[in-house]
Nanobody, 127 residues
Framework: QVQLVESGGGLVQAGGSLRLSCTSS????????MGWFRQSTGNEREFVAS????????HYGDLVNGRFTISRDNANNTLSLQMNNLKPEDTAVYFC????????????????????WGQGTQVTVSS
């Protein structure tokens, strides 16, 4: 069973920054594209960003493009999300996810194509 553990959430004022991290227990971490999703109260889990196996290619949702940066460190099985210029509408629980199959499409934004999830980390942005 693969375990993903997120950390780094918290409370920040609008315009501030946070950095989220996700550590995977999977030995073949570098074989899987990864993604970040978020879910606010009453809403479905939505795509934030995804990254290729190597980390060279990234893809972002329209609402965060230009403000967030996804990256990975395959040597340490770690996925990160740098969030800048945060807005109150970014408030949500953030989840890291691993794609169902190895060598998948790094631009995948469909949450059903990710089968392992962390427990989530709360991000709250005050106005």
């Amino acid at each position: 069973q693969v375990q993903l553990v997120e950390s780094g959430g918290g409370l920040v004022q609008a315009g501030g920054s946070l950095r989220l991290s996700c550590t995977s227990s999977r030995r073949t971490f570098s074989s899987y594209a990864m993604g970040w999703f978020r879910q606010s109260t009453g809403n479905e889990r939505e795509f934030v960003a995804s990254i290729s196996r190597s980390g060279r290619n990234t893809h972002y949702g329209d609402l965060v493009n230009g403000r967030f940066t996804i990256s990975r460190d395959n040597a340490n099985n770690t996925l990160s999300l740098q969030m800048n210029n945060l807005k109150p509408e970014d408030t949500a629980v953030y989840f890291c996810g691993q794609q169902r199959t190895p060598f998948g499409n790094y631009r995948e934004a469909d949450r059903t194509q990710y089968d392992y999830w962390g427990q989530g980390t709360q991000v709250t942005v005050s106005s």
